[in-house]
């Protein structure tokens, strides 16, 4: 994947342009090598050998999203620069990240979420619908997925019916039911609409996230999808059992996490703890 930043004539504002090559077709790839079109040997030593390959543009396609206008966060997390591990208490939570995320990360940086939920936008894709006002959600597929190669499998679940879930940090066992839910119905409707096996999806939760509506990542365990190490991906199931042994475990714990160094976020936390 690379990620562009420029502008376009007809628009105002930055934008930002995310390149990602399709996952290959084995079979169209098989051939290609079997008919050995293209290739250039670099080296070979023992049974080892490597060689250099164009292949034909009907299976080299590329994928390419579009941000625009695009915010100094969008900008961001497209760019290549340093991450910090932070630790957050729940303390500072309460007097930094929270305050913070409620006076920049609501509003307008959401309005395309609210866009889905209330259906006005993306409607066309929504992929599964369960409008419960308890424990209702919306799944699309993400924009990283071509939604042709099963193994690359990315897809976003959003809440519709509840409000005031930022995070993690927002959950106690009141929202039991609607996390079941999300991984019980989720995991079945990618098994019936795309065969895949519970056990085969990576289900997970951001923290931070990059948007403070709770949401929820379905991936494919083959796909090479961005945010699922260690110190940003929780899995919704030790979600779910970390709130069944203790109801307000998210807003006890303290949160280690990486996080870009050019956030506001990041400075502000930094700040906090030198202070």
């Known amino acids: 994947m690379i990620a562009l930043e420029g502008s376009f004539q007809d628009q105002e504002g930055r934008a930002v342009v995310i390149l990602d090559k399709k996952p290959f077709d084995s079979d169209s790839i098989a051939a290609e090598v079997v008919q050995g079109g293209g290739m250039e040997l670099d080296f070979e030593n023992a049974e080892y050998a490597s060689y250099h390959m164009e292949l034909p543009s009907r299976i080299n396609r590329l994928t390419c999203s579009v941000i625009c206008p695009a915010t ?11 991450l910090q591990v932070l630790h957050e208490t729940p303390e500072v939570y309460e007097s930094i990240t929270r305050p913070y995320v409620e006076r920049e990360e609501l509003g307008g940086r959401i309005a395309w979420v609210h866009n889905i ?39 976003l679940v959003f809440i519709v019916n509840r409000t005031g879930l930022l995070s993690l940090r927002s959950l106690s066992t009141e929202h039991l039911p609607l996390l079941r839910n999300i991984l019980h119905k989720g995991s079945e409707e990618l098994q019936r609409r795309y065969g895949v096996l519970p056990s ?19 991936t494919h365990l083959l796909a090479e999808a961005p945010g699922t190490e260690a110190g940003r991906a929780h ?28 956030l506001g976020l990041c400075k502000e936390l930094t700040k906090a703890t030198a202070s």
């Open 72 to 82: 100094d966060k969008h900008i961001a997390k497209y760019s290549k620069e340093e």
């Open 117 to 155: 939920i209330d259906g006005s936008k993306e409607a066309d894709r929504v992929l599964f619908h369960d409008p419960d006002p308890e424990t209702g959600f919306k799944m699309l597929p993400d924009m990283k997925w071509d939604q042709l190669s099963i193994d690359s499998l990315y897809c």
């Open 200 to 218: 085969q999806l990576r289900v997970y939760l951001h923290y931070q996230p990059t948007f403070y509506h709770l949401h929820v990542h379905f």
């Open 235 to 262: 899995l919704l199931s030790d979600v779910i059992d970390n709130i069944s042994l203790y109801p307000d475990y998210y807003q006890k714990k303290t949160m280690t996490f990486a996080i870009r160094s050019t």
